[in-house]
């Protein structure tokens, strides 16, 4: 109605945005496509390699360790998620539902491992498994074992503290959606002779699984680039993908292999956050469906 | 449908706000069509009709909010339909109010001044002047959270009023009221704004609001104007069904008018009159309707009584007249309340009953009694 | 009688489950803090005794009080550019209409989905083909880029939740756009941005992913000294440096939570 209005508005709108989409262009879009580029020069040091070849990832792909780190690092990443969502959801759910008074402390402990470095969390758990550590007194002193155990460097330590530090994630994912489910849904359920099992499991779930399905793919993608907690908690007996590339990368300084690998755990990244994607639509698109039954 | 309310189109009489043929498309759907409408100096307008009728939206059309699709808006005789709401000499109370949060009373009534490139010698004296207006003096230094609903209201209106704008624009202004204190809250802005003598647009859905407080009533349908009139003039001639329908009660009877300017309904209720011949509906309003005892000339009529329901004081009773279906409200003696089946002898005030073709309607359940 | 008996398990059980996340969530850090006020010189748990003296060690520890520094440093820079990068790409999303927002949006969130060692690698990668690893360049940008979603975020929450009608009222009172950007929006949303600024402060100070990749010129940060310490062996010094920055963090926590309110965080 109004043409140069109009245009200027454009103008106006681009000039907002440009900083940022530089910004991210440049230190977000390119990078990651200098890691693909790297991955195919031919060679085994930093900034040396030419050419182009795919045996990075043959190699990867053919050697039977590799693999079996690859595929050790999906099934941590499974484990992880589960636990989060078994233990993230109720209490999620109960934070939605407190008073607003009794929520502040809680929502403050939800969001300190998120804000605090992870090396001190980690840190935190050195303390607790470590051989004189916290945990290891505790049993001696109750007198369930005679003598230390070997804590660390297991995998199960390493998903104990995986599972600590995402876990707000899945809560903080829950809560969202839960907040947004009106209580009189539950009180009609229960009105309609449904116990809490049932309405959870008819009413609250299936209203929460947007949620749920966030939670997970924030904890699955978040668990299977970890590279700090592996080499730290696990040290060098509980490889996963990460501390693998920054091992290769920062030791060893085989820049073009640890490229590859960290292409593979991008696209892995990439692929199921675009599966959860789809599953969410399709529950949305199905929903009435599935809820009927 | 075609009233007066295509008067001023040419911009030839003196008008504080003007539309012309102004329309808003949103998309597909219409939610201005074609509104033509002047206000007069002084002038007290109400923009009446259900929901989704279009009314706010020309109130958002005359502030800027909103473009207009086609049409043009003037405000003191200048082309304002591009130009952006802060060069609009329009001062507008929100339904909300909108009051600043973050600043004091004062400080939201200066708000405007200080955009206006006023002295800080004149704000305060305007602001303390607009609060002694709305009996608020004492209040200059609270924030908008501490104030009640009603004190909130008039400290917008002294807000929107601080500028002395052209034409004062109500969004729904009691809406936000409970119900008594909404009744109050009427008579004092009406007081305040004949005091100031301002010309002043208001949108509501309420037909009570619209009938006292109004010089002249806009009744606005789907987009259209239904009827432009005085609250009189809208209430006693209703120019359509609709109309007739949403202001006030009234039972709508199905007919027709013959050559000789009579409706004669199907069950031969006749209103003799110089009506429009061709398919019609007569409006009868219950104080059309009275019992045969105490009523005006007229036929007398057996009905039956369908309904009853007491309203403490007067009771509306729904009558079964020769197969039509009327509405009374009458003041029956202590315990001699009319029960359902019982026979009633009424006349009717057939001079007072309003006629209205019934071929442009759109509307098919004009049996039924209405609201 | 059967459902009395399954809502009492799930109740017990759910009050179970709570208690042990939120100690599991707190554990690490309270753990911390007490073995950082040990006597002894090793981490064995309970600490024989009292003392100050891993925080005096700490304060005059030289490497750890100039990462100190250089987080800090770098946090507040990196805070400030994102609040001003990212405030103007929020308004311009929440208040423009323009083809291709949808994709938009995902760029200015799509820091969150890049593992943060394919991010690392790759700005290295990039700096080092610029030769600027000795700066204190590439921490910055790092960072930078991690922060842009949380501040966007924030600030797109704090505009949608923001109350237009505020806006057409100071415009019905002639005040211009920028007078209402200045005068109503900005002050209104205050509190959202001051929260974006200190997201953006902890995301920067905290970080080690992205930050151990970067650090190859000597700038070195907090986060990423005491990696490299604790990788090699630990002792109440990395205690007392650790809770030094949950004192920071938790300080940071509590104002914006004071600000905005803690739901509002996530």
Known sequence: ?293 | MSSNHGNGLHGERDYVVELQSVSRHYGESIAVADVSLGMARGELVCLLGPSGCGKTTTLRMVAGFVKPTSGTVRINNQDMTHQPPYRRDTGMVFQSYALFPHMTVAENIAFGLENLKWNRVDREKRVREMLRLVELPHLAERLPTQLSGGQQQRIALARALAMRPAVLLLDEPFSNLDAQLRVRMREELREVIRGVDVTTLFVTHDQEEALTMSDRIVVMNTGRIEQIGTPGDIYESPESTFVAKFIGWCSVVEGAVDATGTFVSKSALKVPGNWQPGPANAIVRPEHVHLAADGPQGLVREARVLESHYYGGATRVVLDVGGEQLMMHERFPFGRHPKPGEPLNITLNTDEIRVVSSSSQTFTDLKRVAI | MRDDFSDNVMKMAGAVVRAVVYTMLALPAVLVIISSFTSGTSMNFPPPGFSLQWYQRAFESEPFMKALWTSTYVAVIVSFLALIIGFAAAFAINRFSFPGKGLLQGLAFSPLVVPAVVLGIGLLYLFAWMHLTQTMLPLLVGHLVLAIPYVVRTVLASLSLHNRVLEEAAMNLRATPFQVIRRITLPLILPGLLSAAIFAFVTSFGNVTVSVFLTYGGNVTLPVQLFTYVDASYDPLVAAVSSIMIFVTLAVILTIEHLIGAERLA
């Open chain 1, 1 to 293: 109605m109004n043409p140069p209005l109009e245009r200027n508005r454009k103008f106006t709108a681009a000039l907002l945005l440009a900083p940022m989409v530089l910004l991210l262009l440049g230190f977000l879009v390119v990078p990651v496509a200098g890691v693909l580029r790297s991955s195919f020069l031919d060679g085994d040091y930093l900034l040396e390699g030419t050419g182009f070849t795919v045996g990075h990832y043959l190699r990867f792909f053919s050697d039977s360790y590799y693999s079996s780190i690859l595929w050790e690092t999906f099934v941590d990443g499974v484990i992880v998620s589960l636990i989060c969502l078994v233990v993230g959801f109720p209490t999620g759910y109960s934070l939605a539902r407190l008073p607003p008074l009794a929520r502040r402390w809680r929502t403050i402990i939800v969001i300190l491992p998120l804000t605090l470095s992870l090396v001190v969390i980690v840190f935190g758990w050195l303390i607790i498994l470590g051989r004189n550590g916290l945990l290891n007194s505790v049993l001696f002193n109750l007198g369930i074992i005679s003598s230390p155990k070997t804590l660390l460097f297991t995998r199960p330590a390493v998903i104990l503290v995986l599972v600590q530090q995402f876990l707000p994630f899945m809560i903080l994912s829950v809560l969202s959606v839960v907040t947004q489910i009106d209580p009189v849904l539950e009180q009609a359920a229960s009105n309609l002779r449904a116990n809490r099992l049932v309405t959870f499991r008819r009413v609250i779930i299936p209203l929460a699984t947007p949620g749920i399905l966030v939670g997970c793919n924030l904890v699955f993608v978040l668990s299977i680039s970890a590279f700090i907690t592996p080499r730290l908690i696990g040290g060098n007996r509980v490889p996963m993908l990460g501390s693998l590339i920054y091992e290769r990368i920062m030791s060893e300084f085989n820049w073009p292999s640890g490229a590859a690998m960290a292409f593979i755990l991008f696209v892995a990244g990439l692929g199921f956050t675009a599966a959860f994607n789809a599953l969410a639509a399709s529950r949305l698109v199905m929903g009435g469906r599935l809820h009927a039954r």
